[in-house]
């Protein structure tokens, strides 16, 4: 009995590694592109604040590397739709330079219990906000913003402040599928635009 319990235990251990190796070569298969082309953004959300550009996740191209590229343009003195997405992203800044805001996911510092706070010399008690960050970003600064943050945009320089996304429709964070989700967290738009 133990015999056959080993024996079918390896026979499956045997189709899973055969099933994943063709699995793999399919993907390898599917994804030879002979060249990579440019292409425009499938859709625009204009706001007040400025432009937020989306490439089709579904061309050949993103959908092999399995990402799907971003640009937003903010005017100066102005706001970038605030956004979240449930997948981690790498932000370029090609042009200008602002403030970016980050909410992190987690629970508010008033539900940690095993932070206390002792009022000494020169302390007042308070900590720091460990979910909400504020960050000076100028051109050239790559941002790494992890799935499921919120974030925005403040262009405070002279200049339009262009913002280069990458969003990883592979992590494991994008549960449901590979595709593209993006949740604005805005509602006064100049028009609309299905995503």
Known sequence: MTKHVVLLLLSLLAYAAVASTEMQRSEAQQCQLR???TSKPSHRMRSQGGVTEIWDPEEDQFQC???APMRDTIQTNS???P???????????AQGRGVMGVSYPGCPETFHKDQ??????????MSGDQHQK????????????PAGAAHWCY??????????SVLDLNNQANQLDQ?????????????????
């Not at 595709?179 to 995503?195: A, C, D, E, Y």
């Open 116 to 125: 206390q706070f002792s009022r000494g010399q020169g302390q007042k008690g």
């Open 79 to 81: 706001l970038s739709l």
């Open 83 to 93: 956004k979240f997405f449930p997948v981690p992203r790498l932000v370029y800044i």
């Open 65 to 67: 590397a399995g990402f």
């Open 155 to 164: 262009n405070d320089g002279n200049e339009e402040l262009i913002a280069i």
């Open 35 to 37: 060249k990579i082309s």
């Open 134 to 145: 504020v960050h000076r970003i100028r051109r050239g600064d790559v941002i790494a913003v």
């Open 179 to 195: 595709n593209l989700r993006v949740i604005f967290l805005s509602i006064s738009l100049r028009s609309s635009s299905n995503f």
